[in-house]
């Protein structure tokens, strides 16, 4: 089945280290997305790429580095400058065109040891 | 820039009763519109969406919204919840411009449903 696959699911970082989050689609779509979601807020967009080598920064992305290598990959890396990173992260992908819907993984929750 | 406002932070319902989710948008012209599902600990699945044409969409799990151009509104509605319907419920807007902000969505807050049986 065609899909979003977020990994781990559940995820600890220590002070000063720098975390991935992964993120492989299989539904050949060309955009990607990172957002994060804390209660009550909705949800944010950290970074997005709409073609492989090339990224945009989203509304929060201080603290926050992508790559986009792979069409089927967009990892998202939690570095040590994200002071408040305690959150639950989504990963989504699209395709490009008169603005299809977004789908969604299940998320990768964040916590701090 | 493009906004999305769900006044209802939380909605609490009996199973059986009408359900209507409120959402209103901010944006310069007619928008792509969505209405998205969030159970507990997962992502988020669409309902449904509004492009063009019918201003009444139907989606999946029987709900439907209703795009309303002069109240900037995109209601989400079941005629009759079931206790499954439970979960948060967010409305969100697509931009229409070309460019890289082409495919972007912003989000509401989300409106967390509960139902009593």
């Known amino acids: 089945d065609g899909g979003i696959t977020q990994s781990p699911k559940y995820l600890f970082r220590k002070e000063g280290q720098n975390v991935t989050l992964s993120c492989e689609q299989n539904?050949?779509?060309?955009?990607m997305y990172w957002y994060r979601q804390d209660p009550g807020q909705g949800l944010r967009l950290i970074y997005y790429s709409q073609i492989v080598n090339d990224f945009q920064k989203g509304d929060i992305a201080e603290g926050y580095s992508v790559s986009r290598e792979k069409k089927e990959s967009f990892p998202l890396t939690v570095t040590s400058a994200q002071k408040n990173p305690t959150a639950f992260y989504l990963c989504a992908s699209s395709i490009v065109e008169r603005n299809q819907p977004q789908h969604f993984g299940d998320g990768t929750r964040l916590s701090i040891l | 820039a493009q906004s999305v406002t769900q006044p209802d932070i939380h909605i609490t319902v009996s199973e059986g009763a009408s359900l209507e989710l409120r959402c209103n948008y901010s944006?310069?012209?007619?928008?792509?519109l969505f209405w998205y599902v969030q159970s507990p600990g997962q992502g988020l699945q669409l309902l449904l969406k509004?492009?063009?044409?019918?201003?009444l969409v139907q989606g999946i799990k029987g709900f439907e919204a209703e795009f309303k151009r002069s109240q900037s509104s995109f209601n989400l509605r079941k005629p009759s919840v079931h206790w499954s319907d439970a979960a948060e419920y967010f409305c969100a807007v697509g931009a229409r411009a070309g460019g890289t902000s082409y495919g972007k969505l912003t989000f509401g807050q989300g409106t967390i449903l509960t139902v009593h049986p």
């Open positions: 944006y310069g012209a007619t928008p792509y």
């Open positions: 509004y492009f063009s044409g019918d201003t």
């Open positions: 539904l050949n779509h060309d955009a």
